[in-house]
């Protein structure tokens, strides 16, 4: 089966079944070693650079208005480390 033919039979699932497979899938990635995980950001950065190659993904430098949301939201180092990224 690919990973079309199960996304398509995915989405036929409730709500609550699809929030509960979402969770299943992330928890199976923490099982990851750091080699594993570089390696998929590898992957992911090369689809990109290919997308934005090919015209398919956007790539304008940010707006004032993006900026602006970005320092408005930017409240995260109150909950969260910016080191880490983990809750303090």
Do not use: Y
Not at 68 to 78: G, H, N, V, W, Y
Request: net charge negative; hydrophobic share 40%.
């Amino acid at each position: 089966m690919s990973i079309d033919e199960i996304m398509a039979e995915a989405l036929k699932l409730s709500p609550a079944s699809r929030a509960s497979l979402a969770r299943d899938l992330l928890a199976s990635l923490e099982t990851l070693s750091v080699a594993e995980i570089e390696q998929l950001w590898i992957q992911e950065a090369v689809r990109r650079d290919e997308e934005i190659d090919r015209g398919a993904l956007n790539s304008n430098p940010p707006t004032k208005s993006s900026l602006a949301l970005e320092a408005a939201t930017d409240d995260s180092d109150r909950c969260f480390s910016r080191s880490s990224g983990r809750p303090n």
